[in-house]
């Protein structure tokens, strides 16, 4: 098989967290090869990837899956067998890019958890993960997933830097981003410095427009053009993947959502740049 370093994964973050709306939106502005899912905090760790969100991936496309166990339990330990259990049970030959507690540095801003808890807990988790990619699962990737707001507005406590699990653990920087916090190298620019910094590549597991700020579909193409032509750390050559957030947030408008130019752009994209997500490498 062959690897292609010079991808970028285009997907989106439907509205359903099931996928079931994933053919609308692969038809609309596809080709789509990567999905960003994740489960609710009620739903802990599942007990299997068949029976969680990014199940449905499985033959058809990478995904990109966050989930949120007890912070806790994870940072304390208590949740390594059943964590374990869960990731032997991704299957070998599958695409996936795996997290907890995605934004983790906007939580601790807002105090839903301390600094120490989260990177204990996210330390603990990549460990697992690299427990089980040494057993064989070489298309299993940790990604870290934070906030562009921590690059553009940072603040001691929840910073890149502060927020780090540490060095060997994390396969891939990924950073939501949103239209009224920037554009180009002012959005991105932060975060892809501490990836370079740190030796790996970035991705967006979210990006789209904000309810308030730009709706201009310049805005967009702009975001392709910088995501397709910037390189993280690492070999891979550009950002690994990047997803649209195509539902309703507390932030964000659904994009590309029902905007004819948004779709087109979208498409172009999806079209200029795509490629099989099975011969995908960092």
Same mark, same amino acid.
């Given at each position: 098989?062959?690897?292609?370093?010079?991808?970028?994964?285009?997907?989106?973050?439907?509205?359903? %967290?099931?996928?079931?709306?994933?053919?609308?939106?692969?038809?609309?502005?596809? @080709?789509?090869?990567?999905?960003?899912?994740?489960?609710?905090?009620?739903?802990?760790?599942?007990?299997?990837?068949? #029976?969680?969100?990014?199940?449905?991936?499985?033959?058809?496309?990478?995904?990109?899956?966050?989930?949120? @166990?007890?912070?806790?339990?994870?940072?304390?330990?208590?949740?390594?067998?059943?964590?374990?259990?869960?990731?032997?049970?991704?299957?070998?030959?599958?695409?996936?890019?795996?997290?907890?507690?995605?934004?983790?540095? /906007?939580?601790?801003?807002?105090?839903?958890?301390?600094?120490?808890?989260?990177?204990?807990?996210?330390?603990?988790?990549?460990?697992?993960?690299?427990?089980?990619?040494?057993?064989?699962?070489?298309?299993?990737?940790?990604?870290?997933?934070?906030?562009?707001?921590?690059?553009?507005?940072?603040?001691?406590?929840?910073?890149?830097?502060?927020?780090?699990? /540490?060095?060997? %653990?994390?396969?891939?920087?990924?950073?939501?981003? +949103?239209?009224?916090?920037?554009?180009?190298?002012?959005?991105?620019?932060?975060?892809?410095?501490?990836?370079?910094?740190?030796?790996? @590549?970035?991705?967006?597991?979210?990006?789209? +427009?904000?309810?308030?700020?730009?709706?201009?579909?310049?805005?967009?193409?702009?975001?392709?053009?910088? %995501?397709?032509?910037?390189?993280?750390?690492?070999?891979?050559? #550009?950002?690994?993947?990047?997803?649209?957030?195509?539902?309703?947030?507390?932030?964000?408008?659904?994009? @590309?959502?029902?905007?004819?130019?948004?779709?087109?752009?979208?498409?172009?994209?999806?079209?200029?740049? +795509?490629?099989?997500?099975?011969?995908?490498?960092?």
């Amino acid at each position: 098989m062959a690897e292609n370093r010079n991808a970028i994964l285009w997907g989106t973050c439907p509205q359903n %967290l099931s996928g079931s709306d994933f053919a609308a939106k692969d038809a609309s502005y596809g @080709p789509l090869t990567i999905r960003r899912s994740y489960q609710p905090a009620a739903a802990g760790m599942p007990v299997s990837w068949t #029976r969680s969100t990014g199940g449905v991936d499985v033959g058809k496309r990478a995904s990109c899956w966050s989930a949120k @166990p007890s912070i806790t339990a994870m940072a304390g330990g208590r949740l390594d067998a059943q964590t374990l259990k869960f990731l032997r049970s991704i299957p070998k030959s599958h695409l996936a890019f795996v997290s907890i507690w995605h934004e983790g540095d /906007g939580k601790i801003r807002n105090g839903a958890f301390r600094l120490a808890t989260y990177t204990a807990a996210l330390k603990r988790f990549c460990e697992l993960v690299r427990q089980v990619q040494s057993e064989g699962w070489t298309h299993l990737h940790t990604v870290q997933i934070l906030t562009t707001w921590s690059g553009t507005s940072p603040r001691a406590g929840s910073t890149y830097a502060d927020t780090w699990p /540490g060095d060997g %653990l994390v396969d891939v920087l990924g950073v939501d981003g +949103y239209s009224h916090l920037g554009s180009g190298p002012t959005l991105w620019g932060p975060a892809v410095k501490f990836a370079r910094s740190k030796g790996i @590549p970035w991705a967006v597991p979210e990006i789209g +427009y904000g309810r308030t700020g730009t709706k201009s579909v310049t805005w967009l193409k702009d975001q392709v053009a910088y %995501l397709t032509t910037t390189p993280g750390g690492g070999e891979h050559t #550009r950002c690994a993947f990047a997803c649209w957030f195509d539902t309703a947030g507390p932030i964000s408008s659904p994009t @590309p959502g029902n905007v004819p130019g948004w779709i087109a752009a979208a498409k172009d994209a999806s079209q200029t740049y +795509y490629s099989d997500y099975t011969d995908f490498a960092l």
